[in-house]
């Protein structure tokens, strides 16, 4: 009986009773999704207060991807302004059925570990989460690390003061730094068997409507 009470009470201790959330410093998770380095209130040591508050809501899905060509996945904004010292409310959706990322990258590492602040949502659903931004006048890389999804299309950036240019291949407003390319050889062989195709294809129907 006394066995049986100290393995219940480890097997307890082992297995605690699902938790909703899972919290690590700065780490947000449960099966929706994940949010890091979430952070609402602590000034980047360059800034002696906050500028200005925004709030943006962006979209991720593959809907948003269809005004650019080739591109497969995007976010519903390619570009965002704030002010130095600016904190950003975010407000982020998926709008697929499948895993997609928020990610902001070079962020000061003493605030944002692995200067990164990350967001995600494992299908459709909506996160909500903060971040300050430093001084500098910088532009920085807002992406989607899943395979191929940046790739794809889901890549922007956001301007703190203007930023610093633009980042490259971002959807509608820089090109790829090695863009693809999809030659067409024209020598007179190719425009011989083009011509050869075209004239069989088009007597093909006569055959068919004699043999009738
Ligand atoms: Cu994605």
């Keep these: 009986m006394k066995t049986a009470l100290i393995l219940s009470l480890l097997l307890l201790a082992a297995?605690?009773?699902?938790?909703?959330?899972?919290?690590?410093?700065?780490?947000?998770?449960?099966?929706?999704?994940?949010?890091?380095?979430?952070?609402?209130?602590?000034?980047?040591?360059?800034?002696?207060?906050l500028s200005e508050t925004v709030d943006i809501t962006i979209h991720?899905?593959?809907?948003?991807?269809?005004?650019?060509n080739g591109k497969m996945f995007a976010f519903d904004?390619?570009?965002?302004?704030?002010?130095?010292?600016?904190?950003?409310?975010?407000?982020?959706?998926?709008?697929?059925?499948?895993?997609?990322?928020?990610?902001?990258h070079g962020l000061p590492g003493y605030l944002y570990p692995e200067g990164m602040f990350h967001l995600e949502?494992?299908?459709?659903?909506?996160?909500?989460?903060s971040l300050i931004m430093p001084s500098q006048k910088?532009?920085?890389?807002v992406h989607c690390e899943l395979p191929q999804h940046a790739e794809k299309g889901m890549k922007a950036q956001l301007k703190v003061d203007g930023g610093?240019?633009?980042?490259?291949?971002?959807?509608?407003?820089?090109?790829?730094v090695k863009a693809d390319?999809?030659?067409?050889?024209?020598?007179?062989?190719?425009?011989?068997?083009?011509?050869l195709c075209a004239l069989a294809g088009i007597a093909v129907p006569f055959f068919i409507l004699k043999l009738k």
């Design 15 to 49: 297995h605690p009773a699902p938790a909703a959330m899972h919290h690590h410093a700065g780490m947000v998770m449960d099966e929706k999704g994940m949010i890091m380095n979430d952070n609402p209130d602590t000034l980047p040591r360059d800034c002696q207060k």
């Design 60 to 68: 991720a899905g593959q809907q948003h991807a269809t005004r650019f």
């Design 77 to 104: 904004q390619q570009e965002w302004h704030v002010k130095p010292c600016a904190k950003i409310n975010i407000t982020f959706i998926n709008d697929d059925q499948i895993r997609h990322q928020l990610m902001i």
């Design 121 to 129: 949502l494992n299908g459709a659903g909506e996160l909500k989460a």
């Design 138 to 141: 910088k532009t920085y890389l």
């Design 164 to 176: 610093d240019g633009d980042l490259p291949s971002i959807p509608g407003i820089s090109a790829a």
């Design 181 to 195: 390319s999809y030659p067409v050889d024209w020598t007179r062989t190719n425009v011989g068997i083009l011509l």
